[in-house]
């Protein structure tokens, strides 16, 4: 074994029962396992529901035939992508039904981006803390429909359930709570509603599916962020809110964004090229273990250091052709994770909200409780994914030329 090669983590005694009681049933049955479209599609009419979008049928095709998925991914994923059918006919359907929904006014959201592992995070939760600043939770996010429950029972039912995905999550992969740990009451990416139609980057993190990436580059998002547009009408109510957003995925897409937020305040976090692709990696290669058991680190590699030049150029073109109404604010790593307090400060008064006393108290207190690597490290190189430092600085000679990174 070549120590210098990413290796993955071993699995828990619990979670080999689990992927073994997987590989059980599938033998049994195979064609529950299925991912092929027309398969899916059959399932979905038997439950009401309108057929595949052609991304997620894109998605399943590049699951099944480059996922190297292992029986419980196959199940998994197969029922994460009914989920999305169906809940893209039932946003519609619920937008019909209730049209004044599309009159709620989303006023300068806040918008956290910059590649993976950046802080996005970490700021994101940050300033969470400050009253005015309506950040999503995992739990309304996966079920926007739900958000506004007022009877307590029934809400602690809604997080409990997507508490136990989480946790289920964890038992089996244990590896992935170090490299982003979540929960569902945690302020979460707001991609986490989004993908309906099959146009979502976070989807590359579920598995290797090379060829739906590729495709992802060529579709116009601008109906995925209107979408993404209702899902946040939907989950504030009747009351306008300021939302504080954040994803890593709206860095290749900011034309997109800006389109349908053109008064956002994007808070764009910049870090060293070289740890920014690799730690990327890392997180692929760890998302990616929970559902294959066989990772080409090399090939992820690649991939994050291709696709995050991608995004980059895209974004640096985005913000040359911004609105004159959007806000766009550069933030260092560096300089977060040096001195957290003082870097909110400023960002806040850079998009123009107020910091009290309370609001920097509830911050303190934050950063106090969750200090970086309190689990433990997470460790990586760029040998580890084939990536060699002097060729990754070469690629984001401009990037980092204009951010100083």
């Known amino acids: ?19 073994g009681e997987a590989a059980d049933a599938m033998a049994a049955d195979p064609s529950a396992f299925s991912l092929d479209p027309g398969t899916l599609n059959q399932r979905l009419a038997e439950r009401d529901s309108g057929p595949l979008p052609d991304g997620l049928a894109r998605m399943a095709i590049a699951a099944h035939t480059e996922g190297r998925l292992n ?18 006919q039932r946003q519609a359907t619920y937008l019909q039904d209730q049209p004044g929904i599309a009159q709620r006014p989303i006023r300068r959201p806040v ?5 993976w592992r950046t802080g996005t995070t970490l700021l994101h ?6 009253a005015g600043l309506r950040a999503p939770r995992y739990w309304e996010l996966s079920n926007p429909f739900a958000a506004n429950e007022a009877d307590p029972e029934k809400r602690s039912k809604l997080v409990g359930r997507a508490q136990a995905m989480h946790d289920f999550q964890y038992s089996l992969n244990p590896t992935k709570q170090i490299v982003h740990p979540s929960g569902a009451d945690l302020p979460e990416e707001c991609v986490v509603a989004m993908g309906k139609d099959g146009l979502n980057w976070a989807l590359t993190a579920t598995a290797w599916m090379p060829s739906y990436a ?4 060529d579709q116009d998002f601008t109906g995925s962020y209107q979408r993404h547009r ?19 995925a709206h860095s290749g897409e900011l034309a997109a964004l800006l389109k349908v937020y053109p008064d956002a305040h994007i808070i764009h976090l910049h870090r060293d090229v070289v740890e920014t692709v690799t730690s990327g990696a ?16 090399e090939a992820i590699g690649t991939y994050q250091l291709e696709t995050l030049a991608l995004w980059f150029q895209r974004a640096m073109a985005a913000r040359n052709d911004a609105p004159a109404t959007a806000n766009i604010v550069d933030v260092s790593y560096k300089d977060l994770v040096a001195a957290p307090l003082a870097t909110a400060r400023g960002i806040l008064a850079a998009v123009d909200h107020d910091c009290t006393d309370t609001d920097q108290a509830g911050m303190t207190d934050y950063l106090a409780s969750n200090q970086q690597h309190k689990i433990l490290r997470h460790a990586y190189s760029p040998a580890q994914f084939g990536l060699d430092p002097g060729m990754v600085r070469e690629k984001f000679v401009d990037y980092s030329r204009r951010f100083g990174v």
Do not use: C
């Open 1 to 19: 074994m070549n120590a210098d090669v990413w290796q993955m983590p071993p699995r828990p005694a619990d979670a080999i029962r689990q992927y």
């Open 71 to 88: 029986p419980l991914g196959r199940r998994t994923i197969g029922a994460m992508l009914m989920a999305l059918a169906r809940g893209r």
């Open 111 to 115: 918008f956290i981006v910059g590649g």
């Open 125 to 130: 939760r940050l300033l969470a803390h400050v």
């Open 214 to 217: 590729a495709w992802l580059q």
């Open 230 to 248: 209702e899902i946040l009408q939907i989950i504030q109510g009747e009351t306008p809110q300021r939302w504080l957003l954040k994803a890593p």
């Open 282 to 297: 890392s997180l692929f290669a760890v998302f990616h273990a929970t559902y294959s058991d066989h990772i080409d680190a």
